[in-house]
């Protein structure tokens, strides 16, 4: 199986770093290209009793018992519908598989660490936490989403507590 | 230095281990009158290899041990010193201590040096004076809570009676057998007509003693699934770490899954083309079928490595409960998966210490009622179509009807007046039940039996017993042969598929609408005069059923160690072997399901867990009119 490693390391060294930008709705978001094992189609997925809306189920990635999240539903933007053209981005955070559904996928982009803005304070929509800043590439302001955070963390209810204690 | 050194622990650790397991055995297996000078040497070897390892990684404590134990061994095999029974438990203890440390320095713990300087006087004392006392020193020092009172001397005069071969035993013809339960009460069935002999041919001999004492005496590394004959382990065997293993155990999973999705399509395939892919399709199917068994069997080891340590047990329980008891143990070499083995352990334990405790009666009583004066536990594994069997039969007093359903009733689990035996047996599994009349500390808490049936059915598996008064019983534990397969009935519900383990399914009905009534909202359903709450799979998993109401689907009663209820799904799929993948890998625990599975169409079934299921019903207890 291959792995792809985690991101977290690769902060400091001044280099670029390259992000995977993705649509959600109107709006344009970007995650950590290190962290993303592959990306496909959306696929039928088996029902998980009592699991919150955006956790659309599970499906099978070559054996892997894998959720999907559809982010869409979790940030609350665009319609969450489900057609030929709907993308699942494969991520692999902390040894763990997650899917997100996301509307499309635009492009690579590499950013510096100048590139980078910090977040202005948000209000109660956009949980800072999840956020590694935002930056501007051709006039269009991307949305650089901490994806690990927000894979690990309780709202998302990915994990069972005491792995999710552990992370942090 | 240090750094590059500490890489090696691991393998150290391992084989320290196996010395130990080998050493442990061969003590077993000592013939004391007449030790056979090559297990003597191996016994030397052992312990010299064991401080060898430990004093070069600098575990001090070890080698300061077996350094003392080297020098009694070596003067053993020089024939300067004989060794007597006490001395060789002295050994064994010598051994689980070693195996302390061992732990001590693999876990990065403190070390117990009491302990440590403490066995050293012990066995500097038997290389000093290797006299009578011994028997005092040994088991009073090492260990104090197998002698709690100074009874040492009565419990060794039990084997000192053994050391006149046939002065007890007259009877009985064959003092071959007898020299093997001197040593460590391995003994056979004195039976001439019991053909064991013939089923261990195949079996390559360790030693002369060993073999006779059934391939349990075998050690663990020569007795894998490649079985290869003499001492050394050698070249042939390799070791590999269990998650590599596993991988490939899913990569043949998915190659498996893969194949019956190109065989779905491959049929859509006409004409010519068409049959020379369905001949490919066909090859395809047996090599990925061969591939899967292959790499299972990998994962196989011999139910012998759960054995082996009985000897051990039987032998100082029954010194401890001064009865006679011979240990067999047939078919030590049926394979079963590995995961299985370390948690068959302990159940397995229990049931062995239930039988000697309360099967097995003590000699005078055996003699009184016209018995043999020892009794015999017997062990034995077999492999009987896709599962495996594991009995643990006695000779003893047989469970007490009486005591059983008088408890019942006191507990208040069992209503009617003259149960069929088979009805009151599997009452001892229920939780807080024990019959001993006194508890020992060896069992009798009550704790034990629901524990074990919980564990057993972990595992998939089932366990039964056989019982009759003053002939003995019999516990039969049936097991699925691997993990990670099980065997399930697949329902549906609204559209989507789930997997119920074949196990906990009693029976599969559909109920007529007179078979339904409500108990203050909660759905219950009458078969054959009793009232089981019913569940509803739909709205357990929140799920929009095809049929409305449970008298147009079917309803699965499904049995778990504590409930019966009845399942409502919409409809029988079909029954068939799953793989069980894990939900947690990547998601989270997730109520009422254990795990999940690929269905043939690549697409993912939920594993439902009936023991969390039942923790959904309000009334938990079927209500019988």
């Given at each position: 199986?291959?792995?792809?490693?985690?991101?977290?390391?690769?902060?400091?060294?001044?280099?670029?770093?390259?992000?995977?930008?993705?649509?959600?709705?109107?709006?344009?978001?970007?995650?950590?290209?290190?962290?993303?094992?592959?990306?496909?189609?959306?696929?039928?997925?088996?029902?998980?009793?009592?699991?919150?809306?955006?956790?659309?189920?599970?499906?099978?990635?070559?054996?892997?018992?894998?959720?999907?999240?559809?982010?869409?539903?979790?940030?609350?933007?665009?319609?969450?519908?489900?057609?030929?053209?709907?993308?699942v981005i494969m991520l692999c955070v902390n040894e763990?598989?997650?899917?997100?559904?996301?509307?499309?996928?635009?492009?690579?982009?590499?950013?510096?660490?100048?590139?980078?803005?910090?977040?202005?304070?948000?209000?109660?929509?956009?949980?800072?936490?999840?956020?590694?800043?935002?930056?501007?590439?051709?006039?269009?302001?991307?949305?650089?989403?901490?994806?690990?955070?927000?894979?690990?963390?309780?709202?998302?209810?990915?994990?069972?507590?005491?792995?999710?204690?552990?992370?942090? | 230095?240090?750094?590059?050194?500490?890489?090696?622990?691991?393998?150290?650790?391992?084989?320290?281990?196996?010395?130990?397991?080998?050493?442990?055995?061969?003590?077993?297996?000592?013939?004391?009158?007449?030790?056979?000078?090559?297990?003597?040497?191996?016994?030397?070897?052992?312990?010299?290899?064991?401080?060898?390892?430990?004093?070069?990684?600098?575990?001090?404590?070890?080698?300061?041990?077996?350094?003392?134990?080297?020098?009694?061994?070596?003067?053993?095999?020089?024939?300067?010193?004989?060794?007597?029974?006490?001395?060789?438990?002295?050994?064994?203890?010598?051994?689980?201590?070693?195996?302390?440390?061992?732990?001590?320095?693999?876990?990065?713990?403190?070390?117990?040096?009491?302990?440590?300087?403490?066995?050293?006087?012990?066995?500097?004392?038997?290389?000093?004076?290797?006299?009578?006392?011994?028997?005092?020193?040994?088991?009073?020092?090492?260990?104090?809570?197998?002698?709690?009172?100074?009874?040492?001397?009565?419990?060794?005069?039990?084997?000192?009676?053994?050391?006149?071969?046939?002065?007890?035993?007259?009877?009985?013809?064959d003092f071959g057998f007898f020299t093997a339960e001197?040593?460590?009460?391995?003994?056979?069935?004195?039976?001439?007509?019991?053909?064991?002999?013939?089923?261990?041919?195949?079996?390559?001999?360790?030693?002369?003693?060993?073999?006779?004492?059934?391939?349990?005496?075998?050690?663990?590394?020569?007795?894998?699934?490649?079985?290869?004959?003499?001492?050394?382990?050698?070249?042939?065997?390799?070791?590999?770490?269990?998650?590599?293993?596993?991988?490939?155990?899913?990569?043949?999973?998915?190659?498996?899954?893969?194949?019956?999705?190109?065989?779905?399509?491959?049929?859509?395939?006409?004409?010519?083309?068409?049959?020379?892919?369905?001949?490919?399709?066909?090859?395809?199917?047996?090599?990925?079928?061969?591939?899967?068994?292959?790499?299972?069997?990998?994962?196989?080891?011999?139910?012998?490595?759960?054995?082996?340590?009985?000897?051990?047990?039987?032998?100082?329980?029954?010194?401890?409960?001064?009865?006679?008891?011979?240990?067999?143990?047939?078919?030590?070499?049926?394979?079963?998966?590995?995961?299985?083995?370390?948690?068959?352990?302990?159940?397995?334990?229990?049931?062995?210490?239930?039988?000697?405790?309360?099967?097995?009666?003590?000699?005078?009583?055996?003699?009184?009622?016209?018995?043999?004066?020892?009794?015999?536990?017997?062990?034995?594994?077999?492999?009987?179509?896709?599962?495996?069997?594991?009995?643990?039969?006695?000779?003893?007093?047989?469970?007490?009807?009486?005591?059983?359903?008088?408890?019942?009733?006191?507990?208040?689990?069992?209503?009617?007046?003259?149960?069929?035996?088979?009805?009151?047996?599997?009452?001892?599994?229920?939780?807080?039940?024990?019959?001993?009349?006194?508890?020992?500390?060896?069992?009798?808490?009550?704790?034990?039996?629901?524990?074990?049936?919980?564990?057993?059915?972990?595992?998939?598996?089932?366990?039964?017993?056989?019982?009759?008064?003053?002939?003995?019983?019999?516990?039969?534990?049936?097991?699925?042969?691997?993990?990670?397969?099980?065997?399930?009935?697949?329902?549906?519900?609204?559209?989507?598929v789930f997997v119920l383990p074949l196990v906990h399914?009693?029976?599969?009905?559909?109920?007529?609408?007179?078979?339904?009534?409500?108990?203050?909202?909660?759905?219950?359903?009458?078969?054959?005069?009793?009232?089981?709450?019913?569940?509803?799979?739909?709205?357990?998993?929140?799920?929009?059923?095809?049929?409305?109401?449970?008298?147009?689907?079917?309803?699965?009663?499904?049995?778990?160690?504590?409930?019966?209820?009845?399942?409502?799904?919409?409809?029988?799929?079909?029954?068939?072997?799953?793989?069980?993948?894990?939900?947690?890998?990547?998601?989270?625990?997730?109520?009422?399901?254990?795990?999940?599975?690929?269905?043939?169409?690549?697409?993912?079934?939920?594993?439902?867990?009936?023991?969390?299921?039942?923790?959904?019903?309000?009334?938990?207890?079927?209500?019988?009119?």
């Open positions: 199986m291959t792995k792809i490693e985690s991101s977290s390391s690769t902060h400091s060294n001044g280099a670029e770093e390259e992000f995977l930008s993705f649509v959600l709705g109107d709006e344009n978001y970007a995650l950590d290209i290190m962290s993303v094992k592959e990306i496909r189609g959306y696929e039928a997925v088996t029902k998980i009793a009592n699991a919150p809306v955006f956790v659309k189920g599970v499906l099978n990635l070559r054996g892997d018992i894998v959720p999907i999240v559809d982010l869409r539903m979790k940030f609350d933007i665009g319609q969450a519908t489900y057609d030929e053209f709907t993308i763990r598989i997650v899917g997100v559904v996301v509307d499309a996928v635009s492009d690579v982009v590499k950013l510096s660490a100048q590139e980078i803005l910090p977040p202005p304070e948000f209000g109660v929509s956009f949980d800072n936490r999840f956020l590694r800043g935002l930056a501007t590439v051709d006039n269009k302001m991307i949305i650089l989403v901490n994806i690990a955070a927000l894979i690990g963390s309780d709202e998302l209810g990915l994990m069972d507590v005491n792995a999710t204690a552990g992370q942090e | 230095m240090s750094v590059e050194m500490s890489q090696f622990h691991p393998v150290f650790f391992e084989e320290t281990q196996e010395h130990l397991q080998l050493l442990e055995q061969l003590l077993m297996g000592l013939d004391i009158a007449q030790p056979d000078s090559e297990d003597l040497n191996s016994i030397f070897r052992a312990a010299h290899s064991i401080k060898g390892g430990s004093g070069i990684f600098g575990f001090t404590a070890l080698a300061d041990v077996t350094h003392i134990m080297e020098n009694l061994l070596d003067k053993a095999r020089k024939g300067e010193f004989s060794l007597s029974i006490p001395a060789v438990d002295i050994l064994l203890n010598t051994t689980d201590t070693l195996g302390e440390i061992l732990n001590s320095y693999r876990n990065e713990l403190e070390i117990d040096w009491l302990k440590v300087t403490q066995t050293q006087t012990v066995l500097n004392g038997l290389l000093v004076d290797p006299g009578e006392n011994l028997s005092a020193l040994g088991e009073s020092d090492l260990e104090p809570s197998t002698a709690p009172e100074p009874q040492t001397t009565d419990s060794f005069g039990f084997f000192a009676e053994n050391k006149v071969p046939g002065a007890e035993h007259r009877d009985l013809s001197r040593n460590g009460q391995i003994a056979q069935t004195i039976d001439p007509g019991f053909g064991l002999f013939d089923e261990l041919e195949p079996e390559p001999s360790l030693s002369k003693k060993a073999a006779a004492a059934e391939p349990i005496a075998l050690p663990k590394t020569d007795a894998g699934p490649v079985k290869k004959a003499g001492n050394s382990s050698g070249e042939s065997t390799l070791r590999v770490e269990t998650t590599k293993i596993d991988a490939l155990v899913n990569l043949s999973g998915e190659l498996v899954i893969t194949q019956s999705m190109l065989a779905l399509i491959g049929a859509e395939v006409s004409g010519e083309l068409g049959e020379r892919l369905q001949s490919a399709l066909l090859e395809l199917e047996r090599n990925t079928c061969e591939v899967q068994d292959a790499v299972m069997s990998v994962r196989m080891l011999p139910v012998s490595s759960v054995f082996n340590r009985f000897p051990r047990l039987v032998r100082s329980l029954a010194a401890k409960l001064k009865k006679k008891v011979e240990l067999v143990v047939e078919g030590g070499s049926t394979e079963i998966d590995k995961g299985m083995i370390e948690r068959l352990v302990d159940p397995l334990t229990h049931l062995v210490r239930n039988s000697l405790d309360h099967g097995i009666e003590t000699a005078q009583q055996r003699l009184d009622l016209g018995k043999a004066e020892s009794g015999t536990l017997l062990l034995k594994a077999e492999q009987k179509g896709g599962s495996i069997v594991i009995s643990i039969s006695d000779d003893g007093a047989g469970l007490n009807r009486e005591r059983i359903l008088a408890k019942a009733r006191e507990n208040g689990i069992v209503s009617a007046h003259s149960p069929a035996d088979e009805d009151v047996w599997p009452l001892i599994f229920s939780p807080g039940f024990s019959t001993a009349a006194e508890v020992t500390d060896i069992s009798g808490r009550g704790v034990g039996m629901d524990v074990v049936r919980r564990n057993i059915e972990a595992l998939g598996g089932h366990i039964a017993i056989e019982s009759k008064a003053g002939v003995g019983s019999t516990f039969r534990i049936q097991l699925p042969l691997t993990l990670a397969i099980v065997d399930g009935m697949c329902v549906a519900v609204g559209e989507q399914i009693v029976e599969s009905i559909q109920p007529s609408p007179e078979q339904l009534k409500t108990l203050s909202n909660q759905q219950l359903i009458k078969v054959r005069g009793e009232y089981l709450p019913l569940l509803n799979l739909s709205q357990l998993m929140a799920i929009k059923p095809t049929n409305p109401s449970p008298d147009q689907g079917i309803v699965v009663l499904i049995e778990t160690s504590k409930h019966r209820f009845g399942l409502c799904v919409d409809a029988l799929v079909g029954q068939q072997q799953v793989v069980i993948k894990s939900l947690e890998r990547h998601y989270r625990r997730v109520n009422g399901v254990s795990g999940a599975t690929i269905m043939g169409d690549g697409s993912v079934a939920l594993i439902l867990d009936a023991e969390s299921l039942a923790l959904q019903v309000k009334h938990l207890d079927g209500v019988t009119i």
